[in-house]
């Protein structure tokens, strides 16, 4: 095997992008603005925002108006190239048109690369609730150009190094991170996205070990949602570690010397100003409503993923109340 190209299974790293020339692409616009030379003329082209109100049942249907007028089928190819909301969407898209044509994908950002492009799922907002209607769809390939990360804005690179503490914060296999570096080495970007994706096959459909992946995200989530995203994805998904740590910490759940090595691990990751006192400032109310909208939930119980030792997570049921909640926001 070329040593420049590392191939694990679906998964691949590669030193050069070149994009085939059959099939329909769906294109991040701005990616599409710099990296103009990768696109082939001959094939159609859907360039799309990566903001987070077009990922909506509007920017749906032109996906499928795209996708309708350039007569795509089923054995046809369609390759999306963009970071993780353009990911997430378009590959719902592709998974629906038509009952699923065939998806490769190109994720150009640190946080697609090692999270959103692999494991499946994918998703649209709905009513201001995220990915509340998806599915799960894997690509046949996934293809990993590091090259792409130069481009991208040091706010940008956060989040995606914010995926990959989580990672090292539930998998003792995994080697350390140095969040003072904004882009990590290919070698460690392709250990992290392999680990994920190991576990997602492990586990396709998110019914067992997989979900220690949503360690942060129920709070992540409804930050995200609560403050009209204008806190990040990654962003809010430390800050909802720490909250699930506050939690785990008032249940029992961990030690306080464990507790303690978690917290100074995450503190040292820089959270933006003002996001601690947001989530602070949250209703508890509007928090258990949310809460009851998340796939994993009933109406009472909240299935959490909790902390129970220094980068050791478990799936716990928590009932959620005035108590609990105060002592998770601080």
Same mark, same amino acid.
């Given at each position: ?150 481009? $991208? @804005?040091?706010?940008? *690179?956060?989040?995606? %190094? ?7 914060? &539930? =998998? +003792? ?83 306080? $010397? @464990?507790?303690?090595? *978690?917290?100074?691990? %995450? ?7 003002? &996001? =601690? +006192? ?53």
């Amino acid at each position: 095997m070329n040593e420049s190209y590392l191939d694990h299974g679906h998964l691949h790293i590669v030193p050069s992008l070149i994009l085939p020339e059959s099939g329909v692409i769906i294109a991040d616009a701005r990616v599409k603005a710099i990296y103009g030379d990768y696109f082939p003329r001959s094939i159609p082209i859907l360039e799309l925002k990566a903001i987070e109100r077009a990922k909506s049942m509007n920017t749906l249907g032109k996906i499928y108006g795209f996708l309708s007028e350039h007569n795509v089928h089923r054995s046809d190819i369609v390759h999306v190239v963009g970071g993780g909301l353009i990911c997430d969407l378009a590959a719902y898209g592709v998974a629906t048109f038509k009952r699923g044509c065939r998806l490769r994908l190109y994720p150009s950002t640190l946080l697609s690369m090692i999270d959103a492009a692999i494991g499946g799922k994918c998703a649209v907002n709905y009513r201001n609730i995220k990915n509340h209607i998806g599915t799960f769809y894997p690509a046949e390939e996934i293809f990993i150009h590091p090259n792409f990360l130069h481009t $991208l @804005s040091s706010d940008e *690179l956060r989040q995606g %190094l914010a995926e990959m503490l989580k990672s090292y914060l &539930i =998998s +003792d296999q995994l080697s350390p991170l140095d969040l003072s570096c904004s882009i990590p080495p290919s070698s460690q970007i392709l250990e992290y996205a392999v680990f994920k994706m190991q576990l997602c096959k492990s586990d396709p459909y998110d019914l067992g070990a997989r979900q220690q992946l949503n360690f942060g995200h129920t709070f992540a989530h409804i930050l995200e949602s609560s403050s009209q995203y204008r806190f990040k994805h990654g962003d809010c998904v430390v800050a909802g570690m720490i909250i699930a740590l506050n939690i785990s910490l008032k249940l029992g759940l961990i030690s306080k $010397l @464990s507790a303690q090595a *978690l917290l100074n691990t %995450l503190r040292q990751y820089p959270l933006p100003a003002g &996001i =601690s +006192d947001f989530y602070g400032s949250l209703d508890y109310q509007d928090i258990l409503r949310a809460t009851s909208q998340d796939k994993k939930n009933s109406n009472k119980v909240t299935r959490m993923v909790l902390p129970v030792a220094f980068r050791r997570v478990e799936v716990q049921e928590v009932v959620l109340n005035s108590v609990v909640l105060s002592e998770g926001l601080g």
